[in-house]
């Protein structure tokens, strides 16, 4: 449609051109200011604007979390009824398909960022200027980030290198694999922990210590991916190594430290914390469209994960998404004080607070994700809380640094370092020191594992923990073995690829 609009507008241009008598001073007339995406990059002002740009499509990851957690065996997906969002819910049964608007969503929210982290990379080169280093290693950091988010759930992505797709791309660039894409996401971490500044210039901003904690992520997940689903422990040592080495440097360097009260972690005075390593932010202030989801700068998952119609105190109402099960409840040890955090178990809370309504909808399992519902809205918050919530989503926190640490260790044959790393996160989840854990060897990535759970429950962690781990089968239910690890890509691009990319196994 805008095609045409376009051609229209254009041929009454013309037509006016060649009709309208013009004088001298009509023709000469010079044009003050003229901008395209080609000429864009001519002030560091108009590159920082650039990178804003990137980091919005950030904010479009909460979908991401969303079907991250009820994909799990964590929680089921609820909402206001069995047809409400389907696309989640066949994602939550495992009877998703290539036409699911809600994956499709995953691909084109994660390829636009990656589109516009290489707007700025491939135009890096127009100019110098003071600080232009941070600015790129901020691009090269998002790109990561994103090509990150799109490996874990589709697996084989086509990449560009420093350069934008353009129409016809989809037809001659492959899907690179596995590898190659962690291999691609390792060089921009590493070109990013070598140029950000420690300390970000505002809240939100990549740091070193950002870049450092995801690189070692990657590497863990490329170790993990090696291990369980190309069943290549010979090649995967030396990604735990490299796991461990990036993880360690963030704890030795960064000067982040885990808060003392697991509760203050996800309340807004917590935001942006000495545990947050990065944070993506959201605000409240501006609305929000059911239709246009992705221009949303509230948290769009906190809303639907809270109580349909809930009246009472501390909380608001949302659209009953993102259900905790009974199994996630029962994985807390007694005494851990993270249940109560991540649990918001309803009946015991109405009976705490009689004066509490709210209605029953798709899937109740009693249970709601505390550390993810709306709170209490401010007096400046805009309309429609459900999509407007201000809450951040606490994207790297500094437990899952000494967590994935802790594993790698493990994986690499050092025991002690891991079970120190470990037990500091058990430390704190208890209050004392008695709880902590002694064993070793598989025992000890057992209990690492199930430290993860209850640590990250309700963060969007826990599907892709279970993937790559190899315990996806055994836990999930409907989960089918060499398909459901990745998700289909949406059928229009393999429609648009023409042949040149092939579906996912399975779909």
Sequence with gaps: MKKYIFITISIIAVFSALTISCTDDFVDRPVEYSIDSENYFNSQAEYESALIGAYDLLQSTFVNVLMGEFASDNTVCGGNG??????YQQVDDMIHTPVNTEIKKVWDWMFAGVQRSNYILEFKDNIEFEGKNQIIAEARFLRAYYHFELVKWFGPIPMKGDARFTPGDETSIPRSSVTDVYAAIEDDLIFASEN???MPSQAGRATRGAALALLGKAYLYEASYLDNVLNSESNSGEKYQLAALRLQQVI??????LVSDFNDIFEMAGENGPESVFEIQYTDVEGGSYGYMQAIEGNVAVGFAGPNSYEGPFFESGN???LPTQKIVDAFEDGDLRKEVTILDMDAWVIEHPEVTYTKQNEHTGYFNRKYIPRKRSEDAAQDYKLTNPNNYRAIRYADVLL?????YNKSGNDPQALINLN???DRAFGDENHRITMTDTNLYNAILAERRVEFAGEGF????????????????????NKNEVFPIPLEEIQFAGGNWSQNQNY
Excluded at 82 to 87: I, K, L, S
Excluded at 404 to 408: G, N, P
Excluded at 463 to 479: K, S, Y
């Design 82 to 87: 069995p047809t409400d969002v389907p696309g």
């Design 196 to 198: 950000l500044n420690p």
């Design 252 to 257: 030795d360097n960064e000067g982040y430290s």
């Design 320 to 322: 009953n998404f993102n």
């Design 404 to 408: 994935m640490a802790a594993e790698a």
């Design 424 to 426: 500091l996160v058990r």
């Design 462 to 481: 826990r599907f892709f923990d279970l993937v790559r781990t190899g315990r996806a089968a055994q836990e999930i239910d409907g989960f089918t073995p």
